[in-house]
């Protein structure tokens, strides 16, 4: 009788371990399936941005941006650097160089100061007036295309045509400008004639 009460207390015990083995086992799978499944998800979410003024909603996700977001912010970045007399200037390039790649901010500031100089040694200001906006998202580039008008004094001076391209860089949830400068209507992005 006392051995049968081992035997018992044994042959539970041993039950109690592969219960115990196969639950540890169920959970390790269950926990190995949900870390999949979070690293698959990992910087899919979508956030809906709804800018002050309602035109247009746009959305970041991961390393992505929409195109209207990138369109509303190559329109503002162009009127900071183009819209701009010798008093307003370097109050505008501090404003653009704030969102600037911090590997390209010493380029950027280079081209800005050589303008403003130009601008304040001839006593003129500029003024920018875009008609259309070409996107290529995979680059993050816009072009836009207006008319630069040029004053001098507050004569206009000259009116031209112009295509100026805005390049993007999307880093740590925040979106830079990387790149600012003029281009042409046959090669608006500014890849050149081999596509570099």
């Known amino acids: 009788m006392i051995s049968k009460k081992y035997i018992s207390t044994s042959s539970n015990k041993?039950?109690?371990?592969?219960?115990?083995?196969?639950?540890?086992g169920v959970l390790l799978l269950i926990i190995l399936v949900e870390?999949?499944?979070?690293?698959?998800?990992?910087?899919?979410?979508?956030?809906?941005?709804?800018?002050?003024?309602?035109?247009?909603?746009?959305?970041?996700?991961?390393?992505?941006?929409?195109?209207?977001?990138?369109?509303?912010m190559a329109y503002w970045y162009a009127?900071?650097?183009l819209n701009v007399t010798p008093s307003t200037g370097e109050y505008q390039k501090q404003q653009f160089l704030h969102y600037a790649t911090p590997s390209d901010i010493g380029r950027l500031a280079a081209d800005m100061t050589l303008r403003l100089d130009f601008l304040s040694k001839n006593n003129t200001s500029t003024l920018f007036t875009a008609q259309a906006l070409n996107t290529d998202e995979k680059l993050m580039k816009v072009?836009?295309?207006g008319n630069l008008d040029t004053f001098v004094?507050?004569?206009?001076?000259?009116?031209?045509?112009?295509?100026?391209?805005?390049?993007?860089?999307?880093?740590?949830?925040?979106?830079?400008?990387?790149?600012?400068?003029?281009?042409?209507?046959?090669?608006?992005?500014?890849?050149?004639?081999?596509?570099?």
């Open 79 to 81: 009127g900071l650097a």
């Open 14 to 24: 041993s039950s109690e371990i592969t219960f115990l083995r196969l639950a540890v």
């Open 143 to 145: 072009a836009i295309v």
């Open 153 to 196: 004094g507050d004569k206009r001076a000259s009116v031209r045509r112009t295509v100026f391209v805005v390049g993007f860089k999307y880093l740590n949830g925040r979106l830079y400008v990387s790149e600012f400068k003029e281009t042409n209507e046959q090669d608006m992005f500014g890849a050149g004639p081999a596509g570099k």
């Open 35 to 72: 870390g999949m499944v979070l690293q698959k998800t990992l910087g899919m979410e979508k956030t809906v941005i709804v800018p002050p003024v309602i035109e247009k909603s746009f959305w970041v996700s991961g390393n992505e941006v929409s195109r209207n977001y990138l369109e509303q």
